[in-house]
């Protein structure tokens, strides 16, 4: 089995940078991915990392550590639709972390 | 613009009357979710198939909940009787397992609220 760890609440202000980290534990692994859900939609794709090192989609990046157990996402140049949950996922994300939520204050 | 899509979109029901979701995936995805929301539990995984095949339903409590896949294009969650605590939102998603037998990116349908009352 598999747990993920996040921060429940991360605030920061338009245009800044911030970042999100998850922990894990499992018996596998397979890579960590990560989502974006806001309120009252769905989880949305962001990023996955199969691999240790550093994926960059735009303004948003994903690191993984396998030797540490370690993830974070990266948000740049925050928006304030950038306001929503952010999750991490293992284990084929057939595991979610509890989610991070995330608000942008202008 | 390919999506998975579920139905209803909302549900109120009495406790003890059976409850359907439905879901399509999308189009030449050979996996399956389903997963259950609330506040309290977060994102929970249910079902998971690869194929039409079930693969992994641990954590779906067996006496009450079902899930299938009739055909390619449908899967279905049914709950049988409802209780107030299966209040919740469900949702499905679909992907592609690649070469190394996984599914990276999982697409999410709109979920379908339910309510038991």
């Known amino acids: 089995g598999q747990s993920l760890e996040q921060p429940s609440e991360v605030t920061a202000v338009e245009g800044a940078i911030v970042q999100i980290n998850c922990t894990y534990q499992?018996?596998?692994?397979?890579?960590l991915s990560w989502y974006q859900q806001h309120d009252g939609g769905a989880p949305t794709f962001l990023s996955y990392?199969?691999?240790?090192g550093l994926e960059e989609t735009g303004r948003f990046s994903s690191f993984l550590s396998r030797s540490d157990s370690y993830g974070y996402l990266l948000l740049q140049e925050l928006q304030m639709k950038d306001s929503a949950s952010y999750f991490c996922?293992?284990?084929?994300?057939?595991?979610f972390g509890s989610g991070t939520r995330l608000q942008v204050q202008p | 613009d390919a999506r998975v899509t579920q139905t209803p979109r909302d549900k109120v029901t009495e406790m003890g009357q059976e409850v359907t979701m439905r879901c399509q995936p999308i189009?030449?995805?050979?996996?399956v979710f389903w997963y259950r929301q609330t506040m309290m539990q977060g994102l929970e995984l249910l079902a998971y198939?690869?194929?039409?095949?079930?693969?992994?339903d641990s954590g779906m409590p067996k006496d009450r909940f079902s899930a299938e896949m009739p055909d390619a294009t449908l899967a279905t969650l049914k709950i049988q009787p409802s209780e107030p605590r299966d209040s919740a939102v469900y949702f499905c998603?679909?992907?592609?397992?690649?070469?190394?037998?996984?599914?990276?990116?999982?697409?999410f349908g709109p979920g379908t609220r339910l309510t038991v009352l």
């Open positions: 189009l030449g995805h050979n996996t």
């Open positions: 990392n199969a691999l240790d």
């Open positions: 499992t018996s596998g692994f397979y890579g």
């Open positions: 998603a679909s992907g592609l397992d690649g070469l190394a037998g996984r599914t990276d990116t999982q697409y």
């Open positions: 996922a293992g284990e084929r994300a057939l595991t």
């Open positions: 198939f690869r194929n039409r095949a079930p693969l992994d």
